[in-house]
């Protein structure tokens, strides 16, 4: 007698596919979470050896690389912006021949645009959901009309040098008094100016673009205005109201919490940049990143500490601070 092959029916068939999907659904989450800790890794080794090449720069010059080396003209867009600190310490992260082809003795704006266009990828988060390069034509429109030859595109940072816990842009730092962070145009940092301790003092922090980080316009704000996000690490210059343009910087400050979205964008108030007067509409941009629950800084000492985006905002302004002489420390 001949046995029957009995195959599955309908019902089994549906029930297999939806135990299927619901393994799925259970594993998916648990992937994805394990690829966000990798990419949060690699973003916190990142900051880690950016942290580094600049104490290597400092045991050579005896200081921090500035945020931007500047000539002061008469005004901000006739101010000569030379090499930041990403481009300072391009030869401690090996990329000494990407330095080879940069002219120090030029603006950043007369770099050949293979340099600007590199994507340099310590300076880069895996977890941003932006674009490694981005191409931004109203930007070299301003820059080709004042005869400008590095190109509109532009390799990505996705970190931010800490400015401090003010939102002020002058040709006299030592004016921002206490709130003076790291970096900032024109001002040089040691560790002796470091007194508040370099283990409560931040260094460097994410600034992420993409669709999370929109750029609004003015401290608090609240609707978004522009989509172009990104900033290339060759850039030390922030934008200008004159140019006007609402863009990011490779600054960012405490003024406003770690995420805040959209992310405020950088406004540098011609009428009082070539003075000590602070108060001219200017502002700085928030520190953001795309890792749950806050983001990844490196701190004075060479240290990465992951700080929540609940951190409290006092606790948060005195770390961004030199020498603020602040009572707190990171949780």
């Keep these: 007698m001949k046995s029957s092959k009995r195959g599955f029916t309908l019902v089994e068939l549906l029930v297999v596919i939806a135990i299927i999907g619901i393994l799925v659904g259970l594993l998916l989450p648990a992937v994805q979470a394990a690829r966000e800790a990798a990419r949060r890794m ?22 921090f690389p500035q945020g931007a080396i500047v000539r002061f003209g008469s005004g901000s867009l006739s101010s000569d912006f030379y090499v930041n600190a990403f481009s300072s310490t ?10 080879n082809l940069y002219n120090f003795d030029e603006p950043w704006e007369s ?26 034509t109203a930007v070299g429109a301003v820059l080709a009309s004042f005869g400008a030859t590095v190109g509109d595109t532009f390799g990505v940072t996705t970190y931010r040098l800490s400015k401090g816990a003010h939102g002020e842009w002058s040709n006299n730092p030592s004016g921002y008094g206490s709130a003076k962070g790291m970096f900032d145009l024109g001002l040089k940092t040691s560790f002796r100016d470091i007194i508040d301790g370099t283990s409560n003092t931040l260094c460097i922090g994410e600034g992420s673009s993409g669709a999370r980080h929109d750029l609004c316009a003015g401290v608090n704000c609240t609707t978004p205005t522009e989509t172009v996000s990104s900033i290339g690490w060759i850039i030390p210059q922030p934008i200008a109201d004159a140019a006007g343009l609402t863009r990011n910087s490779i600054f960012a ?32 941009g928030n520190f953001s990143s795309y890792h749950p629950g806050g983001g990844n800084f490196a701190l004075a000492d060479g240290s990465v500490r992951f700080i929540g985006e609940t951190i409290d905002m006092v606790i948060y302004r005195a770390v961004s601070t030199v020498a603020g002489g602040e009572v707190g420390s990171l949780p």
């Design 111 to 136: 770099q050949l645009p293979a340099v600007a266009s590199t994507v340099v990828s310590t300076y880069y988060c895996p977890s941003n959901a932006g674009p490694e390069t981005v191409t931004d």
């Design 253 to 284: 400050g405490t003024v406003e919490p770690l995420n805040k979205n959209p992310t405020t964008s950088t406004n540098l108030a011609e009428a009082t940049f070539n003075s000590a007067a602070t108060g001219g509409g200017d502002t700085v």
């Design 42 to 63: 690699q973003c916190s080794n990142n900051l880690k050896q950016t942290a580094l090449s600049m104490h290597n720069y400092h045991d050579t010059y005896k200081t």
């Design 90 to 99: 391009l030869p401690f992260i090996e990329q000494g021949s990407l330095q």
